[in-house]
Structures are given as structure tokens and as C-alpha cells.
């Protein structure tokens, strides 16, 4: 008995070293990318809020253990630096991302 509790534990527990070294490297591709790459290449723009995206999800699932809250927080952050892109982002629409990422937040905890 004892031995397969011992099994599970060790297949539930979650191993952060891998995640924390990819976080890294791609903290470091994005540094990268913001230092080297010339703004007005093809692509340059929508690959850097993708690697943007792909960086601020796994920190933040990282600080918060909880890949969800990550996801959210990531995708909020993403829409308003592309509102700051476009021209359009203010204080109004942060506030109201803000509200709306509270909103899924309370959503997808009381389910």
C-alpha cells in the first residue's frame, strides 16, 4: 500500500526545473529579438508578441503553480500591449481587461 501511495506521489509531483530553464531561454530569446531584430523586417511585430506570449505564459504559470491563471494573465497583458500598438490602449481599457480577466478568473475558479 505504502508503495503505490509512494508511485503516485511521485507521478503527481510536478517537476519545475525543465519549466524554469525554458523560461530562461526564452527570456533570453526575447531579449534577444527586442535587441537584434529590426523592428520594420517582415515579421518582426507579430513574432514578437507571439514570443511575448509564449514568455509571459510560462513565467506566470510558473509564479502562480497554476498554468490557467498564466494563460489568463498572459492573454490580458498580450491584448493590451497590442491595444498600445495599434494607438488605442488608455486607462479605460486596461481597466476593462482588467475587470474582464477578474471576471473568467472567478468564472473558471467556481466551476
Not at 531579449?31 to 520594420?40: I, N, R, S, T
Not at 510558473?62 to 500598438?85: D, E, K, P, T, W
Not at 488608455?90 to 468564472?107: G, P, Q, S, T
Request: aromatic letters at 18%.
Amino acid at each position: 500500500m505504502k508503495k503505490h501511495f509512494r508511485k503516485e506521489q511521485i507521478l503527481k509531483r510536478k517537476n519545475f526545473l525543465p519549466t524554469l530553464l525554458l523560461t530562461i531561454l526564452l527570456w533570453i530569446f526575447f531579449a534577444g529579438l527586442v535587441y537584434f531584430a529590426d523592428p520594420q523586417t517582415f515579421g518582426a511585430v507579430p513574432l514578437f508578441f507571439l514570443l511575448l506570449f509564449i514568455t509571459l505564459l510560462f513565467t506566470f504559470s510558473l509564479l502562480f503553480a497554476n498554468s490557467r491563471r498564466g494563460l489568463v494573465i498572459s492573454l490580458s497583458l498580450i491584448l493590451f500591449f497590442i491595444l498600445l500598438f495599434l494607438g488605442v490602449g488608455n486607462i479605460l481599457n486596461l481597466i476593462l481587461i482588467l475587470a474582464i480577466m477578474v471576471c473568467v478568473e472567478l468564472y473558471f475558479s467556481t466551476r
